[in-house]
C-alpha cells in the first residue's frame, strides 16, 4: 500500500512477534465488529423458538423463509412501505442536499466576495449545533406550519448538511482547476453554465460522497422522525421497527419480525460500503487532513 | 447555542482555495471581456448558488435557534378555571431554574458526566490506537481491516442498539449464555451494568468510523519524515507517538470534537435499553431523553426547550474545551 517499510534488518524474532501482535490485535477487533452483524444474519433465519433458545450459532428453528413471508405480509406489508419510504426520504433527501452542498462549497471556493470568511465561519458553526436540540423547536415551527406528521416533516430538515458544504469546498479546490472555468467563461458560458458544465462535473466524486454520508445519515435517522411523525404510513424503516420493538415484550413473536426486518435494513448501506470504499475513504480523508 | 467562536478553528478550510482573478482582467490581446459589471455578475452567481443552502440553513438551524429561545421564556398557564385553553405567559428565566431545579435533570448530567469519562478517552484512544496499528509498517490486509473495521457505521444506530440489546438479554443472547456457563454473571441492564452497556454500543457504532479519519491522516503523512526517522534509529513506538501523534493533531482534534457533541446527544441506546426492561434507565436518564419527555409527555415545550438551550450550551462550552485543550501545545498540524 505504501512504499514505506519499517526498520532495517534488526532481530528477525522479535520483528516477527510484533508482526503477529499487531494483526492480532486488529483481527481482535474486527471480530468484534463483525460479531454482532454475523449474529444479525442467523438470528434471522430462526423462529420465536429458535431465537429464544440462545442458540444463535446452531441451525435449530431455521425459518427464514416464514420470517421473510411474515414480514412481508404483517400489518397489511408495512414493512415494505417503510423500506420505500426509507428510500424516499434517503434517497430523495441526500440527492438535493448533496447538490446544495456542492453549490455552496464550490460558490465559497470560486468566488471572492465581501465577508466570505465570516459566512463560511457560520457554516463551520453550524456543524457543532447538536441535532437533537434543533429537533423539538423543528417539531413546533412544523406544527405552526401544518407540515407536522408529512413526508416533508422529515424531507426538510435534512437538506442541510454545513459538513457537506466544508466538504464540497475542500473538493472543489483539490478537483476543479481554476483554469478550465476560465476557459469556459472566455469561450462566453455564463457563471452558472460553467457551474452546471464544467464545475459539477469535475466535482462528481465529491458530490457522490457528500450524497453517499446523507444518504447514511437520513437512512439512520431516528430522533427526527420520532417526533415528527405519528401516522406509520409515513415512518421510515428505523421508526418502524422499533414500534415492532416495542410490542416485543408482550408478544414475543414480534421478535422474529424485528430481527428479520433489521437484516433486511441493514443490507442496503452494507453493498453501498463495500462497493464505494473509494469515496467513503475520499471523504473521510478530505475531512481530516485538509 | 452558537458555540463559542473560537471553538471553529478546528476543520480549517484548506488552504488551496484561491480566489479565482477577477473576471473583467482577463490577460491576452483581443480576448478582453467588456470591463463593465463583470465583477457583479460574479457575485451575483455566487449568490445564486449560495441561496439554497443559506435559505434551507437559516429555516431548519437559524430559526429553530431563536425559536428555542424564545420558546424557553415562555410557562403555559391555564387561564382561570381552566376554560379557554392553555396561553402562554412570559415567564423570564423560570424554565431555565425550573430545569435547573428539577433533580431529574441534574441527575441526566450526571449520566452524561460519566458516559463522556467513560466513553470518550475509550473510543478516541482506541480508535487512535487502531488507526497506528493500520498504519504500522507490520500491518497486512489493510483495506480489509479497514472495511470491517468501519461496517458498524452503517448499521442504523437504532438497530445496532436492537442487536445489542438482544445480545445482552439472558435467553435470547448466546453472549450471556457463554458467560454464565463459563459462571461470569453479568447483569447487563443492573444499575451497575447500564454504563458499561451503552457504552459498548455507541463504541461498536463510532470505533471504525473515526478510525478510518485518522488512518486517512496518518497515510497523508509525508513518507520522506517517517523514512528519515527510521533511519536515525526511531522504533515503531517513537515513530507513533514521537512523529506521526503531532503531526495528526488537526484530525484529533475533529475526532474529539464530533465524539463530544454526539455524547451530548446520548439518546437512541438507552432508550432502546429501557424499552428492552432496564430499570436504571428511566425516560429522563439523559437530559435529551428529559426533554424529550418534556415535551412529548408532559406537554411543557417551555421546560423542554430551556433544557435543550441548557444541553447546547454544554456542547458549546465543551466543543471549546476540546479544541483549546487540543490546541494547546500550538504545535497544529
Same mark, same amino acid.
Given at each position: 500500500m505504501t512504499s514505506f517499510t519499517a526498520a532495517?534488518? %534488526? %532481530?528477525p524474532s522479535r520483528r516477527w512477534l510484533s508482526r503477529s501482535a499487531v494483526n492480532g490485535a486488529l483481527l481482535l477487533s474486527v471480530l468484534y465488529t463483525l460479531f454482532p452483524l454475523v449474529w444479525l444474519v442467523t438470528a434471522a433465519t430462526k423462529d420465536t423458538g429458535g431465537l429464544l433458545s440462545?442458540?444463535?450459532?446452531?441451525?435449530?428453528?431455521?425459518d427464514l423463509r416464514h420470517n421473510l413471508t411474515q414480514l412481508a405480509s404483517y400489518g397489511d406489508g408495512v414493512y415494505f412501505r417503510w423500506y420505500l419510504n426509507s428510500l424516499l426520504y434517503a434517497g430523495g433527501g441526500a440527492a438535493v442536499c448533496a447538490l446544495v452542498s456542492v453549490a455552496a462549497g464550490y460558490a465559497f471556493d470560486k468566488y471572492a466576495f465581501h465577508g466570505k470568511e465570516k459566512l463560511f465561519g457560520v457554516v463551520l458553526l453550524g456543524v457543532l449545533v447538536p441535532t437533537t436540540a434543533l429537533a423539538l423547536p423543528m417539531y413546533l415551527l412544523a406544527s405552526e406550519v401544518g407540515l407536522v406528521n408529512t413526508y416533508w416533516s422529515v424531507l426538510i430538515p435534512v437538506l442541510v448538511n454545513p459538513f457537506g458544504v466544508y466538504l464540497s469546498r475542500v473538493f472543489s479546490a483539490s478537483y476543479i482547476p481554476d483554469e478550465a472555468l476560465e476557459a469556459a467563461r472566455i469561450d462566453g458560458a455564463g457563471e452558472l453554465r460553467t457551474f452546471w458544465s464544467i464545475g459539477l462535473r469535475l466535482m462528481m466524486p465529491g458530490f457522490v460522497t457528500v450524497f453517499l454520508f446523507q444518504f447514511t445519515a437520513i437512512w439512520n435517522n431516528f430522533f427526527l422522525p420520532l417526533v415528527m411523525l405519528s401516522d406509520q404510513k409515513l415512518f421510515p424503516l428505523s421508526l418502524g421497527l422499533y414500534a415492532w420493538n416495542s410490542n416485543t415484550h408482550a408478544e414475543p413473536s414480534y421478535y422474529p419480525l424485528v430481527v428479520t426486518g433489521s437484516l433486511l435494513a441493514v443490507i442496503p448501506l452494507i453493498v453501498a460500503f463495500v462497493s464505494l470504499q473509494r469515496h467513503w475513504r475520499a471523504g473521510l480523508a478530505a475531512g481530516s487532513v485538509k | 447555542m452558537r458555540a463559542a467562536g473560537t471553538s471553529v478553528e478546528a476543520p480549517t478550510p484548506t488552504p488551496a482555495s484561491t480566489p479565482a @482573478? #477577477?473576471?473583467? *482582467?482577463?490577460?491576452?490581446?483581443? /480576448? /478582453? /471581456? #467588456? @470591463?463593465?459589471?463583470a465583477r457583479g455578475r460574479t457575485s451575483a452567481a455566487a449568490g445564486v448558488l449560495l441561496a439554497p443552502f443559506f435559505v434551507l440553513f437559516t429555516a431548519v438551524t437559524v430559526v429553530p435557534i431563536g425559536y428555542a429561545l424564545w420558546l424557553s421564556l415562555f410557562t403555559e398557564k391555564q387561564s382561570g378555571l381552566g376554560f379557554g385553553g392553555a396561553r402562554s405567559v412570559f415567564s423570564g428565566l423560570d424554565n431555565y431554574t425550573a430545569a435547573l431545579g428539577d433533580q431529574a435533570f441534574r441527575e441526566g448530567f450526571w449520566v452524561l458526566a460519566g458516559y463522556c469519562v467513560v466513553y470518550i478517552p475509550l473510543m478516541v484512544g482506541g480508535a487512535l490506537a487502531l488507526a497506528l496499528l493500520l498504519d504500522s509498517a507490520l500491518a497486512r490486509a489493510r483495506r480489509f481491516f479497514q472495511l470491517a473495521l468501519f461496517? #458498524?457505521?452503517? &448499521? #442504523?444506530g437504532i438497530i445496532a442498539a436492537l442487536v445489542w440489546v438482544y445480545l445482552y438479554t439472558p435467553g435470547l443472547s448466546p453472549v450471556v449464555k457463554a458467560m454464565d456457563s463459563g459462571g461470569i454473571g453479568f447483569d447487563f441492564f443492573s444499575s451497575g451494568g447500564t454504563l458499561p452497556s451503552v457504552v459498548n454500543i455507541a463504541l461498536w457504532e463510532w470505533l471504525g468510523y473515526n478510525m478510518v479519519i485518522f488512518y486517512a491522516a496518518l497515510q497523508a503523512i509525508d513518507r520522506s519524515v517517517l523514512e528519515a526517522a527510521t533511519m536515525d534509529g526511531a522504533g515503531e513506538w517513537r515513530l507513533a507517538f514521537g512523529i506521526k501523534l503531532p503531526l495528526i493533531r488537526a484530525s484529533l482534534t475533529m475526532v474529539a470534537l464530533f465524539t463530544v457533541i454526539g455524547s451530548l446527544q446520548l439518546f437512541t441506546e438507552p432508550l432502546i435499553l429501557n424499552q428492552g426492561g $432496564? $430499570?436504571? &434507565? *428511566? $425516560?429522563?436518564?439523559?437530559p435529551n431523553m428529559y426533554a424529550y419527555t418534556a415535551a412529548f $409527555?408532559?406537554?411543557?415545550y417551555g421546560l423542554a426547550a430551556a433544557s435543550a438551550v441548557l444541553l447546547a450550551l454544554a456542547a458549546a462550552l465543551l466543543s471549546f474545551v476540546v479544541t483549546r485543550l487540543t490546541h494547546r501545545k500550538g504545535a497544529t498540524a
Open positions: 532495517g534488518p %534488526r %532481530r440462545g442458540d444463535a450459532f446452531s441451525f435449530k428453528g431455521f | @482573478p #477577477p473576471l473583467g *482582467t482577463l490577460p491576452g490581446p483581443g /480576448r /478582453r /471581456r #467588456p @470591463p463593465r459589471g461496517l #458498524p457505521h452503517a &448499521v #442504523p $432496564s $430499570s436504571t &434507565v *428511566t $425516560s429522563t436518564w439523559t $409527555s408532559r406537554g411543557d
